[in-house]
């Protein structure tokens, strides 16, 4: 069987930090995401990376916002969340209406 992080299918959550501390878990441990989704926390569903994908992750983080036109830097931005993001669960709207798991949104 091979690694986790070598599964193009396998999956991890990732709870917003302030979600974690809303709903009495530790942002600081690792298992948090991982309990907070099961315990119905909105979530984010990742894949892990490949080592170009961090790299390319790690840049549009590295851009320098104060002389990068604001829209370049949203387009790197999202286009980083991409590498990684491939849905999501229990996420609403303002409305409170349920958004569809579509990583095309973002």
Same mark, same amino acid.
């Given at each position: 069987? !091979? #690694?986790?992080?070598? +599964?193009?299918?396998?999956?991890? #959550? $990732?709870?917003?930090?302030? =979600? $974690? %501390?809303?709903?009495?878990?530790?942002?600081?441990?690792? !298992?948090? +995401? *991982?309990?907070? %989704?099961?315990? &119905? %926390? #909105?979530?984010?569903?990742?894949?892990?990376?490949?080592?170009? *994908?961090?790299? *390319?992750? @790690?840049?549009?983080?590295?851009?320098? @916002? =104060?002389?990068?036109?604001? %829209?370049?830097?949203?387009?790197? $931005?999202?286009?980083?969340?991409?590498?990684?993001?491939? &849905?999501?669960? &229990?996420?609403? +709207?303002? +409305?409170?209406?349920? $958004? #569809?798991?579509?990583?095309?949104?973002?």
């Amino acid at each position: 069987m !091979a #690694p986790l992080a070598l +599964d193009p299918e396998e999956r991890f #959550p $990732l709870v917003l930090r302030t =979600d $974690l %501390a809303a709903r009495g878990f530790d942002p600081d441990d690792p !298992a948090s +995401d *991982e309990k907070a %989704a099961a315990a &119905g %926390a #909105p979530h984010f569903l990742c894949r892990y990376m490949t080592c170009r *994908e961090w790299r *390319e992750y @790690r840049q549009a983080g590295e851009l320098d @916002r =104060d002389s990068t036109p604001p %829209a370049q830097v949203q387009n790197d $931005l999202f286009y980083a969340l991409h590498l990684a993001i491939v &849905g999501w669960q &229990g996420l609403t +709207d303002r +409305d409170g209406q349920p $958004l #569809p798991s579509d990583p095309a949104r973002l």
